[in-house]
C-alpha cells in the first residue's frame, strides 16, 4: 500500500519568506510526528499529532513554527519568516497507534529546505 | 528517556555477519528497544523491535541481555544494500512518547 508522502520534495526558499511543508501520512494511522534533520546531525524531534490534537508541541525550536493537522489525516508545517538555520530535511512519520509504543513509526522520504 | 550509547560507526565486509552494540544501562522495565536504519538521502526505516527476548525478523536479529542493560543488533550476512545509519533507541511503554534518536552507528559495508 501507500506509504508516507512529503511534498515538496525540495524546497529552496529565501530568508524571510514563510513556506508550508505537507505530509500525507497511511492511512487509518492515527498518529503523526514531525522531525529534522540537519546536514550531517540526527533526527530531532519537532512536534506529534494524536488525530487532530497535538498532546507534545515541546519539540518545536520557536513560535516561527507551527504545525495543523485536519481530518486526522493530513499535517502541514509551516515556518514563518525563515532563517537560514532552518536549513534541513524535515521529515514525517505515522504509526498506527501512538499511545501503544511498540507502533513502529514509517518515515516518508522529507523535505529537503534550503533557505538562503 | 533513557539513553542508548552507540559506537560512531563500524565497517563490515560484504557477506559476513554484523553486530551492532548498544548499552542502555539506565534502561526501566517498560522500556522497549527498537532499532531503526537511515539509508542515504531516505527516511529511517523500522528494523526490529523487542523488550527482553531475543527477537528475529526478515531483516536482522536483536539479542538482549538477561539484565537488558545492553542489546546487540545482528545482520546474519551484510550487503552493499546494509549500508546505513543504524539507531538503538529506547522508548517507554508507559508514556506514549516520541521517538528520541541518537547519532546512531555509521555501518560501511566493503565489498
Same mark, same amino acid.
Given at each position: ?29 492515527? *498518529?503523526? $510526528?514531525?522531525?529534522?534533520? =540537519? +546536514?550531517? #546531525? ?8 494524536? /488525530? ?35 536549513? *534541513?530535511? $524535515?521529515?514525517?512519520?505515522? =504509526? +498506527?497507534? #501512538? ?8 518515515? /516518508? ?8 | ?111
Amino acid at each position: 500500500g501507500a506509504g508516507v508522502s512529503q511534498s515538496p520534495s525540495n524546497k529552496v526558499t529565501e530568508k524571510g519568506k514563510d513556506v508550508e511543508l505537507r505530509c500525507d501520512p497511511i492511512s487509518g494511522h492515527t *498518529a503523526l $510526528y514531525w522531525y529534522r534533520q =540537519s +546536514l550531517g #546531525q540526527g533526527l530531532e524531534f519537532l512536534i506529534y499529532f494524536q /488525530g487532530n490534537s497535538a498532546p507534545d508541541k515541546s519539540g518545536l525550536p520557536s513560535d516561527r513554527f507551527s504545525a495543523e493537522r485536519t481530518g486526522g489525516s493530513v499535517s502541514t508545517l509551516t515556518i514563518q519568516r525563515t532563517q537560514q538555520e532552518d536549513s *534541513a530535511v $524535515y521529515l514525517c512519520a505515522s =504509526s +498506527l497507534n #501512538q499511545v501503544r509504543t511498540q507502533e513502529t513509526q514509517y518515515f /516518508g522520504p522529507g523535505t529537503r529546505l534550503l533557505v538562503l | 528517556d533513557a539513553k542508548t550509547t552507540q559506537p560512531n560507526s563500524m565497517e563490515s565486509n560484504e557477506e559476513e555477519p554484523v553486530h551492532l552494540p548498544c548499552n542502555h544501562s539506565t534502561i526501566s522495565g517498560t522500556d522497549y528497544i527498537h532499532w531503526y536504519r537511515q539509508l542515504p538521502s531516505q527516511g529511517p526505516e523500522y528494523v526490529i523491535h523487542g523488550l527482553t527476548s531475543n527477537v528475529n525478523n526478515r531483516m536482522a536479529s536483536l539479542a538482549i541481555a538477561e539484565d537488558r542493560k545492553s542489546s546487540t543488533l545482528i545482520l546474519h550476512r551484510a550487503t552493499l544494500r546494509d549500508a546505513a545509519v543504524y539507531y538503538c533507541i529506547l522508548r517507554d511503554d508507559n508514556y506514549g512518547q516520541n521517538f528520541v534518536f541518537g547519532p546512531g552507528t555509521r555501518l560501511s559495508v566493503l565489498p
